[in-house]
């Protein structure tokens, strides 16, 4: 089994923390792709800063259609989303 070391949440500290914390008030959770990237604080919040323009700023897609999008693609490579 494979194994990739990540910083749990509750050893989280920083800006690490705060997007720890902002996706446990979001959804509950933090996302595993979220701590997958944990060990450089600096991955991360870039990492998020895209997915916001990306999925949460106006641009040339819809919100509906966005999700859509993401869902599919989540779907076709059979990753939870």
Do not use: H, W
């Not at 720890?20 to 792709?33: F, H, K, N, P, T």
């Not at 949460?56 to 999008?69: F, G, I, Q, T, W």
């Amino acid at each position: 089994m494979s194994y990739i070391k990540k910083i749990p949440l509750d050893q989280a500290e920083g800006k690490l923390k705060q997007i720890y914390d902002a996706g446990l008030s979001r959804v509950g959770e933090v996302a595993q792709i979220i701590q997958l990237m944990s060990l450089d604080e600096r991955v991360v919040a870039n990492s998020m800063q895209f997915y916001m323009a990306l999925m949460k700023s106006d641009n040339a897609l819809s919100p509906a259609r966005r999700e859509m999008l993401a869902t599919v693609v989540s779907n076709i490579n059979d990753c939870y989303y």
